[in-house]
């Protein structure tokens, strides 16, 4: 191993069901395979039979890094972690979740290229590795906690310079798209049931080693500055999201937020970020802070600092302080992550990594309605084209720029508390208004798109309600409202109800047209009877009272808006998700 660099040299294997341990060369198996994913790969082709499940003892998981982990490279604390897949159906394949923050140099520093997992244990365990000692440890009393939890508790017992691996209940039950993470904020998808299926809580890692350089080291120092000065922001955003005095362009998307007069205000003593001049290659930090990208400014008053994985200068991670949160949940006051909890803000319903936690809940949905409830295609799902949405409807209210009340609070919650509502949709129509500056101007243009009768917006449902209860409305559609338009109504004084009764009065369509449909021309007596002797210009409402319009905001800036039809007469449901922390 003399005259190699970056590899610490062994491959640790560990048989949870004999719990016997042993080590590999790293080089002399597996020099030939590229990084911590190929060996992984490689692990799974040698030890691994065909036909063999996710779930079955002699399954692997193979916690692995590459040569570049723990050395001065920027941006090289990833640690695949490759396994037989719990996802993929109907036949389980091999794939790789990936993981950042310490896991991966520490791994490195207690000696190991890799952890090779096998067998399950008789009882829940985790795993300690300090260097060399390798011991397997009764986990009992963790089996049933969060990650949180089980992370702190370990901590104690590897002391501050180690790092912790951990699964949830998720994971423990057996959950498919369960995580493991470290650091209590770095995860990697669809492992954690695996862990769990081998009866495996932790990992808790310390290494006091380091990690042999065989090229020159100037060379090495240089090179590593060439890298630096190529980095930008988070997702490598080259352009700052405002004007700065060095910048030729600016893109108000950009992830790269520092500027003067942005201030990391709840820091023990205010940082500014500045303006981030490209060529500071001490300041590539301050340019990142995705609590303020994702969540609004208002981010910026909470922010302690930034943090992230070993030797990264991104900081992608955002450090914020909310005090209330420890005496409201019993947590501490200050956490931090990447993607900032739900988003609300721009492109809210889109793809992409700013909604990462959006998609991964509507993922989690959809998976729950295919494997409980049979909507797989051609069996319970019989719809004809298929849309996207059904697995990227998911958003968080933007309370923060709307003018009114939360929507939870319309529903008789306290303001304080986390709710969780469901409302059924069939569609997203896109209302695209970049001219209008009034409430008339923008009521104007969604009334006429909201209206047509072949857009789910009633046709079957609202002119021949006859079953309802004073307190049902029917069917309930969704008009989502960016800020620039919410708060255009509130200077105006309109309100959400005065926006639904707008709607209710001019969004409506004339009976000679409802009754030209072939569903009516089928059906003449479905027509509610007061509109059956009605003119034929008579506009019939496409709902049946005014607040069956769900009105919510949520977005960007710019006046583009969008209106979900109903699907069906099913009214949204809100349930109080604090007793469920």
Same mark, same amino acid.
């Given at each position: 191993?003399?005259?190699?660099?970056?590899?610490?040299?062994?491959?640790?294997?560990?048989?949870?069901?004999?719990?016997?341990?042993?080590?590999?060369?790293?080089?002399?198996?597996?020099?030939?395979?590229?990084?911590?994913?190929?060996?992984?790969?490689?692990?799974?082709?040698?030890?691994?039979?065909?036909?063999?499940?996710?779930?079955?003892?002699?399954?692997?998981?193979?916690?692995?890094?590459?040569?570049?982990?723990?050395?001065?490279?920027?941006?090289?604390?990833?640690?695949? &972690?490759?396994?037989?897949?719990?996802?993929?159906?109907?036949?389980?394949?091999?794939?790789?979740?990936?993981?950042?923050?310490?896991?991966?140099?520490?791994?490195?520093?207690?000696?190991?290229?890799?952890?090779?997992?096998?067998? $399950?244990?008789?009882?829940?365990?985790?795993?300690?590795?300090?260097?060399?000692?390798?011991?397997?440890?009764?986990?009992?009393?963790?089996?049933?906690?969060? =990650?949180?939890?089980?992370?702190?508790?370990?901590?104690?017992?590897?002391?501050?310079?180690?790092?912790?691996?951990?699964?949830?209940?998720?994971?423990?039950?057996?959950?498919?798209?369960?995580? !493991? /993470?470290?650091? !209590?904020?770095?995860? *990697?998808?669809?492992?954690?049931?695996?862990?769990?299926?081998?009866?495996?809580?932790?990992?808790? #890692? $310390?290494?006091?080693?380091?990690?042999?350089?065989?090229?020159?080291?100037?060379?090495?120092?240089?090179? &590593?500055?060439?890298?630096?000065?190529?980095?930008?922001?988070?997702?490598?955003? #080259?352009?700052?999201?405002?004007?700065?005095?060095?910048?030729?362009?600016?893109?108000?998307?950009?992830?790269?937020?520092?500027?003067?007069?942005?201030?990391?205000?709840?820091?023990?003593?205010?940082?500014?970020?500045?303006?981030?001049?490209?060529?500071?290659?001490?300041? &590539?930090?301050?340019?990142?802070?995705?609590?303020?990208?994702?969540?609004?400014?208002?981010?910026?008053?909470?922010?302690?600092?930034?943090?992230?994985?070993?030797?990264?200068?991104? $900081?992608?991670?955002?450090?914020?302080?909310?005090?209330?949160?420890?005496?409201?949940?019993?947590?501490?006051?200050?956490?931090?992550?990447?993607?900032?909890?739900?988003?609300?803000?721009?492109?809210?319903?889109?793809?992409?990594?700013?909604?990462?936690?959006?998609?991964?809940?509507?993922?989690? =949905?959809?998976? =729950?309605?295919?494997?409980?409830?049979?909507?797989?295609?051609?069996?319970?799902?019989?719809?004809?084209?298929?849309?996207?949405?059904?697995?990227?409807?998911?958003?968080?209210?933007?309370?923060?720029?709307?003018?009114?009340?939360?929507?939870?609070?319309?529903?008789?919650?306290?303001?304080?508390?986390?709710?969780?509502?469901?409302?059924?949709?069939?569609?997203?129509?896109?209302?695209?208004?970049?001219?209008?500056?009034?409430?008339?101007?923008?009521?104007?243009?969604?009334?006429?798109?909201?209206?047509? =009768?072949?857009?789910?917006?009633?046709?079957?449902?609202?002119?021949?309600?006859?079953?309802?209860?004073?307190?049902?409305?029917?069917?309930?559609?969704?008009?989502?409202?960016?800020?620039?338009?919410?708060?255009?109504?509130?200077?105006?004084?309109?309100?959400?109800?005065?926006?639904?009764?707008?709607?209710?009065?001019?969004?409506?369509?004339?009976?000679?047209?409802?009754?030209?449909?072939?569903?009516?021309?089928?059906?003449?007596? /479905?027509?509610?009877?007061?509109?059956?002797?009605?003119?034929?210009?008579?506009?019939?409402?496409?709902?049946?009272?005014?607040? *069956?319009?769900?009105?919510?905001? #949520?977005?960007?800036?710019?006046?583009?808006?969008?209106?979900?039809?109903?699907?069906?007469?099913?009214?949204?449901?809100? $349930?109080?998700?604090?007793?469920?922390?």
């Amino acid at each position: 191993m003399a005259k190699y660099g970056g590899w610490a040299g062994k491959v640790l294997h560990v048989d949870l069901s004999t719990g016997r341990t042993w080590t590999d060369d790293t080089v002399e198996k597996y020099k030939e395979y590229l990084g911590g994913t190929g060996i992984g790969y490689k692990v799974i082709w040698d030890e691994v039979p065909a036909g063999t499940k996710p779930y079955d003892p002699v399954n692997r998981i193979i916690f692995a890094v590459g040569p570049l982990a723990g050395t001065g490279a920027p941006c090289n604390g990833r640690t695949a &972690i490759t396994t037989l897949w719990p996802t993929c159906w109907p036949q389980p394949l091999v794939a790789t979740g990936h993981m950042g923050g310490q896991f991966a140099a520490k791994l490195k520093y207690a000696g190991y290229d890799a952890v090779v997992i096998e067998g $399950r244990a008789d009882r829940p365990v985790w795993l300690s590795i300090v260097d060399q000692q390798v011991e397997i440890q009764d986990a009992r009393r963790l089996w049933g906690q969060g =990650i949180r939890r089980t992370t702190e508790a370990i901590a104690q017992i590897m002391g501050t310079d180690g790092v912790v691996a951990a699964i949830g209940q998720a994971g423990e039950n057996l959950v498919p798209m369960s995580v !493991v /993470m470290n650091s !209590v904020s770095h995860s *990697a998808g669809g492992i954690g049931s695996v862990m769990g299926s081998k009866n495996l809580k932790a990992i808790g #890692v $310390r290494g006091t080693g380091s990690v042999r350089i065989a090229g020159n080291k100037d060379e090495w120092e240089k090179l &590593i500055k060439y890298h630096l000065s190529l980095l930008g922001a988070n997702n490598q955003h #080259v352009v700052p999201s405002s004007p700065q005095p060095w910048a030729e362009f600016y893109e108000p998307r950009s992830r790269w937020v520092g500027s003067k007069g942005r201030t990391w205000g709840a820091a023990l003593r205010p940082i500014e970020t500045g303006t981030c001049e490209p060529h500071n290659l001490n300041r &590539i930090a301050y340019r990142t802070n995705n609590a303020a990208f994702f969540n609004g400014d208002i981010a910026w008053q909470y922010t302690v600092r930034g943090n992230g994985c070993t030797s990264c200068p991104i $900081r992608c991670h955002t450090m914020i302080k909310v005090p209330s949160v420890s005496a409201k949940y019993g947590i501490p006051e200050v956490g931090q992550n990447t993607c900032a909890g739900l988003n609300f803000g721009r492109a809210c319903l889109g793809p992409g990594s700013q909604n990462r936690a959006n998609l991964a809940i509507g993922r989690a =949905i959809r998976l =729950i309605l295919m494997n409980i409830g049979g909507a797989y295609a051609g069996i319970a799902d019989m719809d004809t084209i298929g849309a996207a949405h059904k697995i990227s409807m998911v958003v968080a209210e933007n309370e923060q720029e709307s003018p009114w009340s939360p929507y939870h609070v319309d529903k008789g919650f306290k303001r304080e508390e986390s709710t969780v509502t469901v409302l059924s949709v069939v569609g997203q129509t896109e209302i695209a208004d970049l001219a209008s500056n009034t409430p008339e101007g923008f009521l104007y243009t969604i009334t006429h798109t909201i209206t047509g =009768i072949g857009n789910g917006s009633g046709m079957f449902y609202s002119p021949y309600d006859l079953n309802l209860t004073p307190t049902e409305y029917g069917h309930e559609p969704v008009l989502l409202l960016p800020p620039s338009a919410a708060q255009t109504f509130g200077k105006k004084g309109w309100t959400k109800d005065t926006i639904r009764e707008y709607l209710y009065q001019h969004a409506r369509v004339p009976k000679g047209v409802w009754a030209g449909h072939s569903w009516f021309k089928n059906h003449p007596n /479905m027509l509610a009877p007061k509109w059956r002797e009605a003119p034929s210009d008579t506009g019939i409402p496409i709902v049946f009272h005014p607040k *069956a319009f769900q009105v919510i905001v #949520v977005g960007g800036p710019a006046n583009k808006m969008s209106y979900c039809a109903p699907g069906g007469r099913n009214a949204a449901v809100t $349930r109080s998700a604090d007793k469920w922390r």
